[in-house]
């Protein structure tokens, strides 16, 4: 059974990164970036969570993968991924975040054009699929503890309006609720999830300040050159084939959607007005903007609401920091801060494997 389930966790660790760097290509169009991303990933600071029977490398596996099917085009394909992922961990289903924000844009582009407001009902099932093992688990734990007992044997969440086994279990043993684990005694799991929680601090606002208007937007102000090449997310229409080089492509795509009618002239505006737009490539593209948001909101249940030590796990399946890592390593300017970030990872695999394999605390 051990060598059973380290060989699992191993080769579900293998294949995440696999899933990372193709969601890698799809996303940064940049074959390097996201191969030192990959690599990165397989050197993460709770990497030895990912190498022990343990369900990090496949709720990683099932959430990087169905990144990768909902960017490819199989929606349905990318929600069972995600589902699975929440089979594996509770935390999975923050994965719907994803379909959310996907729903949100293409509702916006139904209702503007009148057309296929199904978009909204295929959303919402999507993401009712995807908490079903969630609410499948609840509903498990009510039946086997609660039913078939008088209200004086329940426990107390038994009797609550919406009674959620995990939520009692996390706040009535663990302590977990929002600001509960401000206090002095914690200072040094503070200090221990401080490196993974600056690193995400660091990569959002290095976005923000990049991307400002996509920030007060929510997305919406993305150029409509760069929603093409993120489609599968912002827009109805089909995404674009990813490719290191699209410049000559897309050209060539504006030529041919030009059409000889009484619209010409619009139609040549437009393409002129895409060509000078102030579009990013790489980390600071439109594209990373809806994991950046999925981050943020991770982050910040971590640090307020979780034990905030599991900061270092909880966030190392999230593609942005290796996109980050790996921007920053590649350029000449912050090679110190690539240093830097490669040493971190080094340090907390040493730590991380000596102390959770003498059964202390670390994540």
Same mark, same amino acid.
């Given at each position: 059974?051990?060598?059973?389930?380290?060989?699992?966790?191993?080769?579900?660790?293998? %294949?995440?990164?696999?899933?990372?760097?193709?969601?890698?290509?799809?996303?940064?169009? @940049?074959?390097?970036?996201?191969?030192?991303?990959?690599?990165?990933?397989?050197?993460?600071?709770?990497?030895?969570?990912?190498?022990?029977?343990?369900?990090?490398?496949?709720?990683?596996? #099932? /959430?990087?993968?169905?990144?990768? &099917?909902?960017?490819?085009? /199989?929606?349905?394909?990318?929600?069972?991924?995600?589902?699975?992922?929440?089979?594996?961990?509770?935390?999975?289903?923050?994965?719907?975040?994803?379909?959310?924000?996907?729903?949100?844009?293409?509702?916006?582009?139904?209702?503007?054009?009148?057309?296929?407001?199904?978009?909204?009902?295929?959303?919402?099932?999507?993401?009712?699929?995807?908490?079903?093992? #969630?609410?499948? #688990?609840?509903?498990?734990?009510?039946? !086997?503890?609660?039913?078939?007992?008088?209200? @004086?044997?329940?426990?107390?969440?038994?009797?609550?309006?919406?009674?959620?086994?995990? !939520?009692?279990?996390?706040?009535?043993?663990?302590?977990?609720?929002?600001?509960?684990?401000?206090?002095?005694?914690?200072?040094?799991? %503070?200090?221990?999830?401080?490196?993974?929680?600056?690193?995400?601090?660091? /990569?959002?606002?290095?976005?923000?300040?990049?991307?400002?208007?996509?920030?007060?937007?929510?997305?919406?102000?993305?150029?409509?050159?760069?929603?093409?090449?993120?489609?599968?997310?912002?827009?109805?229409?089909?995404?674009?084939?990813?490719?290191?080089?699209?410049?000559? !492509?897309?050209?060539?795509?504006?030529?041919?959607?030009?059409?000889?009618?009484?619209?010409? @002239?619009?139609?040549?505006?437009?393409?002129?007005?895409?060509?000078?737009?102030?579009?990013?490539?790489?980390?600071?593209?439109?594209?990373?903007?809806?994991?950046?948001? &999925?981050?943020?909101?991770?982050?910040?249940?971590?640090? #307020?609401?979780? &034990?905030?030590?599991?900061?270092?796990?909880?966030?190392?399946?999230?593609?942005?920091?290796?996109?980050?890592?790996?921007?920053?390593?590649?350029?000449?300017? &912050?090679?110190?801060?690539?240093?830097?970030?490669?040493?971190?990872?080094?340090?907390?695999?040493?730590?991380?494997?000596?102390?959770?394999? !003498?059964?202390?605390?670390?994540?």
């Amino acid at each position: 059974m051990v060598l059973s389930g380290s060989t699992v966790s191993n080769l579900a660790f293998i %294949f995440a990164a696999i899933y990372l760097f193709s969601v890698s290509v799809i996303v940064l169009k @940049d074959t390097e970036a996201s191969f030192r991303a990959s690599i990165i990933f397989c050197f993460n600071p709770a990497s030895i969570f990912y190498s022990t029977i343990y369900s990090e490398s496949l709720y990683a596996l #099932f /959430s990087i993968g169905g990144v990768y &099917h909902l960017l490819s085009g /199989s929606s349905n394909v990318g929600v069972l991924w995600f589902a699975l992922s929440g089979c594996a961990r509770s935390n999975g289903i923050l994965n719907a975040g994803y379909i959310c924000f996907q729903t949100m844009h293409r509702a916006y582009e139904a209702l503007y054009q009148k057309r296929r407001a199904y978009v909204l009902i295929a959303g919402f099932l999507r993401c009712i699929c995807m908490c079903l093992p #969630f609410v499948a #688990f609840q509903a498990y734990g009510y039946y !086997n503890i609660c039913h078939g007992h008088t209200l @004086d044997e329940m426990r107390p969440w038994c009797k609550g309006r919406i009674p959620l086994l995990y !939520n009692f279990i996390q706040s009535h043993y663990w302590g977990v609720g929002f600001l509960k684990y401000f206090q002095f005694k914690q200072l040094p799991n %503070f200090l221990l999830a401080s490196p993974i929680l600056s690193l995400v601090v660091c /990569s959002i606002i290095s976005y923000m300040k990049s991307r400002p208007e996509l920030f007060i937007s929510l997305g919406f102000q993305v150029t409509e050159k760069e929603k093409r090449s993120a489609a599968r997310l912002y827009s109805l229409k089909d995404a674009v084939e990813p490719s290191v080089k699209t410049s000559t !492509n897309e050209g060539n795509r504006d030529i041919r959607q030009r059409k000889p009618s009484s619209k010409k @002239d619009v139609t040549v505006t437009k393409v002129a007005a895409e060509s000078n737009s102030p579009e990013k490539s790489g980390y600071l593209s439109a594209d990373v903007f809806p994991f950046i948001v &999925h981050l943020s909101f991770m982050a910040t249940m971590a640090f #307020f609401i979780m &034990h905030v030590q599991v900061a270092t796990r909880f966030l190392s399946a999230s593609p942005p920091l290796y996109w980050f890592a790996s921007s920053l390593i590649g350029s000449p300017k &912050h090679s110190k801060w690539g240093y830097l970030i490669c040493s971190y990872c080094a340090a907390y695999i040493l730590l991380g494997t000596l102390l959770l394999s !003498n059964f202390y605390p670390f994540t």
